[in-house]
Each structure stands twice: as C-alpha cells, then as structure tokens.
C-alpha cells in the first residue's frame, strides 16, 4: 500500500511570495490533515478535511493561508503572501475513516520551507 | 488551553542503557498516542493507550497512562543507536482534534 505523498519535498523562496504545497493521501481514507512543525516543536495542526469538508481549521492564519481537498482526495495547501516565521516542514497526514481519537494517523515525508 | 508537556526535551545516552521519557498535562485525555519521528520522515506510530492506568509493551518499549488520564511516560531498556529520534505524546480531550507535545530529541550512542 503507497503511503501519504507530498511534493515538493523542499522549497526555497523569499517573503512575500506565494508557495503551494501537494498532499495525496493514502487512497480511501477520509480524513486528511496538515500540520505545520517549527524545528525544536511538535506538529500543529492547521487544518484538518473528512471527506472534502473542513472539520478543524482554527489554527489556520487565514489571511494568508489556505487549504482545499478537491473530490475529498489530493489537497493543496497555499501560503499567500509568505512570512519569515512561516519557515518550517508541512506534513501532511491521513486516516482511514472519520475522526477517531485512537485512529492511526499515517504522516508523509513533508515539506520543508525556507523563507528568506 | 491544552497543553502537552514533554520532559527531557533532549535526551543523549550510551547504548545499552534504559531511559524514561515523560507527556504531562493538566487536561484529561481521552485517548493518548506516541509516536517516533525520525529526520526527514513525519511521525509513525507506536501505541495508543485509552484506559486509566493502562500499559503496553512493544518490544523494548514500555508505555503507561496515568490513572487520571492526564500524564504518560515511554520506558526504553536496553536502547540501541535505532532508537535515536524524536518521541511525541499526542493527545485528544474528546474533540475532532488532536494534540502533539514539542517532543523528546532521543540519541543513543554507540
């Protein structure tokens, strides 16, 4: 079974620009969720999508942050105009049915940012 | 504001030696979850223990959930150099949300 894919896997840009980020999540699993780790701190969840829709995203700075889940499957993540402190890796995580405390959440690889 | 408190932060050791990391907080969990995160990779999980009191033992790992629901602690024996990573407690109180501490930098020399 392919685990959760993320892509690109590094990315290097300067403030103000704007960065998108892809997560494909193990096929058949319904929850999807991003979380942002700053080096030196655990992950913290931004968003986090059952199916195509928003369960939890009040972690997530909505001026400049967004996130969809088209068809409930792939998601993008979006950081529009990027911050220094926006510097950190962007995992992406998913789990197979509707939120479950106890479910197994399967992380990708993520993506490390570097603003400059 | 719920918060899991994660001690030592950093954590070096001979191989051979055992260790004991804690995940405290002042809410009560529901459920509780550790997981290993490894440079460059996301976190796996290692067990997830829901009742009071509960222990688990995964080879060399020995996990166990306070009484109140409120703390947890990671026993490694023997550690080995494979054992070097990061250790996170996670957390839900009952919500659709879960919660990760800042974790334990575990490095075990040979």
């Known amino acids: 079974e392919a685990g959760v894919a993320q892509s690109p896997r590094y990315k290097i840009i300067e403030k103000r620009q704007s960065v998108a980020f892809w997560c494909n999540p193990i096929?058949?699993?319904?929850?999807l969720y991003w979380y942002q780790q700053i080096l030196g701190q655990g992950p913290k969840l931004l968003i986090q999508?059952?199916?195509?829709?928003?369960?939890?995203d009040s972690q997530l700075p909505k001026d400049r942050f967004s996130a969809e889940r088209l068809k409930g499957v792939d998601s993008t993540l979006k950081i529009q105009p990027a911050k220094l402190e926006d510097s950190a890796v962007y995992l992406c995580?998913?789990?197979?049915?509707?939120?479950?405390?106890?479910?197994?959440?399967?992380f990708g690889p993520g993506t490390r940012l570097t603003v400059l | 504001t719920q918060l899991l408190e994660q001690s030592p932060q950093f954590l070096s050791i001979q191989e051979g030696e055992n260790l004991t990391v804690y995940c405290n907080s002042s809410?009560?969990?529901?459920?509780l979850q550790w997981y290993r995160q490894e440079p460059g990779e996301g976190p796996v999980l290692l067990v997830t223990?829901?009742?009071?009191?509960e222990v688990k033992k995964l080879k060399r790992l020995t996990f166990q959930f306070g009484d109140a629901r409120k703390d947890s602690s990671l026993h490694i024996t023997a550690a080995q150099t494979g054992d070097t990573g990061l250790y996170l407690c996670?957390?839900?109180?009952?919500?659709?949300?879960?919660?990760f501490g800042a974790g334990t930098r575990l490095f075990v020399k040979a």
């Open positions: 995580a998913s789990s197979p049915g509707l939120y479950v405390a106890t479910d197994t959440q399967y």
């Open positions: 999508f059952q199916n195509n829709g928003v369960v939890d």
């Open positions: 996670a957390g839900n109180t009952g919500g659709f949300k879960t919660i």
């Open positions: 223990v829901v009742t009071g009191g």
């Open positions: 096929s058949g699993h319904a929850t």
């Open positions: 809410s009560v969990f529901s459920s």
